[in-house]
């Protein structure tokens, strides 16, 4: 006897699709969490857990995000949505004038490849990855909020002449900052967000805690070579072309 087919034409023979298939992988609304005979009952996504404080691992970081949190990752959906100049590639610039460009997703962090380009007009030179933006002046920080209220905040400093991935130091500042509004809404229950602001302008959003100052260290100094500080401390931690942090 043939099989009853789920799916099947109409008067015109057009072919209608079937339901889709329920999986018990991810977290969106094709997941099955109801028991079967072989498997009990799956958990919904509820966060991070109380332990949870850094991801030192990109699988660990982006297997935390909830699936309608992922959004925020991409930097030229956060910078659309928040209502920068900004595009991706293959878009044409306002006005011929200085941009950033750098990756849309960059899990390693670290500011890869991001960089100032001059753009006249168009902008197919550049990898379809990337995506250009307005460029903000101002402080650099890092904060860390815990369940929305700021808990550390650093600034960081660079020379204009380096490259954006070349931090010259970090340091713990008393600072006022509020967390973003347009962080509110998000489906996923997050303990720690960790998130990058230039003169007061969000640009970057981590669901985790900021890795560098996990030393209990309130000054962070990056190596690069084999620079020596006297009355800190060296700590191994290679990133990139990062050898490590002096710290105190």
């Known amino acids: 006897m043939a ?33 079967s005979s072989r498997n009990k009952a799956r958990k919904k996504y509820r966060g991070q857990g109380k332990g949870w404080m850094y991801h030192l691992n990109g699988n660990d970081e982006w297997n935390s995000i909830h699936s309608e949190d992922l959004w925020v990752y991409n930097k030229l959906f956060l910078s659309r949505v928040l209502g920068y100049t900004c595009g991706p590639v293959g878009t044409t610039v306002p006005k011929p004038d200085f941009y950033i460009v750098r990756p849309m997703v960059n899990l390693l962090g670290m500011g890869r490849f991001a960089r100032q380009e001059w753009i006249e007009n168009r902008t197919d030179e550049f990898h379809p990855s990337e995506f ?3 460029i903000f002046e101002g402080e650099h920080l890092s904060v860390d909020f815990r369940n929305k209220k700021a808990e550390l905040i650093v600034l960081g400093t660079r020379s204009q002449k380096e490259p954006y991935y070349k931090w010259n130091k970090w340091e713990k500042v008393n600072r006022e900052v509020s967390f973003p509004d347009i962080l509110n809404s998000l489906k996923g229950n997050y303990e720690w967000i960790n998130c990058e602001f230039i003169g007061n302008k969000l640009i970057e959003v981590h669901f985790r805690q900021n890795p560098d100052f996990r030393y209990g260290n309130s000054v962070a100094i990056p190596v690069w070579d084999d ?22």
């Open 3 to 35: 099989a009853k087919s789920k799916v099947g034409l109409n008067k015109n023979s057009s072919y209608i699709p079937g339901p889709p298939k329920k999986s018990r992988q991810g977290d969106g609304m094709g997941t099955k969490y109801a028991a």
């Open 132 to 134: 250009w933006s307005e």
């Open 227 to 248: 620079e020596k500080i006297e009355n800190m401390t060296f700590v191994k931690d290679s990133d990139y072309l990062r050898k490590g942090f002096y710290i105190k």
